[in-house]
């Protein structure tokens, strides 16, 4: 975060809102994928930059957040790359569920043979 005496980047609130959705509306009238990246270009500020509005600006930052999450879900771009962005940008996770209610009893193969034993296992 940048020192005391430093001029922010945005002095108020609606001016980072404002110049948020004249970078959206940019990319959507030249049809390209908005991001952190091409924000950050668009404003002429670094990416640290665009991270510290969440210290001055917290809800906007949070809503400029879920415009971009929102806009690359409904991108007109591969499903693998908006799988890959989704993951990388929006910490989304593939979610596996495994039902662990196994019965297994070793008792009720204790006095099986190893022929039966290898029947079991399928050999």
């Known amino acids: 975060m940048r020192g005391k005496g430093h001029p922010r980047s945005f002095p108020t609130e609606q001016d980072f809102k404002n110049k948020f959705d004249e970078y959206i509306d940019y990319c959507?009238?030249?049809?390209?994928?908005?991001?952190?990246a091409g924000f950050c270009v668009f404003a002429n500020i670094d990416r640290e930059t665009y991270y510290n509005?969440?210290?001055?600006?917290?809800?906007?930052?949070?809503?400029?957040?879920?415009?971009l999450e929102d806009y690359?879900?409904?991108?007109?771009?591969?499903?693998?790359?908006?799988?890959?962005?989704?993951?990388?940008?929006?910490?989304?996770?593939?979610?596996?569920?495994?039902?662990?209610?196994i019965?297994?009893?070793?008792?009720?193969?204790?006095?099986?043979?190893?022929?039966?034993?290898k029947k079991l296992a399928g050999g």
């Open 28 to 36: 959507i009238k030249n049809e390209k994928l908005a991001n952190i």
């Open 53 to 67: 509005q969440k210290d001055y600006y917290f809800g906007t930052f949070n809503k400029t957040q879920e415009i």
């Open 72 to 101: 690359t879900i409904n991108a007109k771009i591969t499903d693998t790359f908006k799988i890959f962005y989704m993951k990388n940008k929006f910490n989304y996770r593939d979610k596996q569920e495994i039902d662990q209610n």
């Open 103 to 117: 019965n297994a009893n070793v008792n009720n193969y204790k006095e099986l043979s190893v022929e039966e034993l």
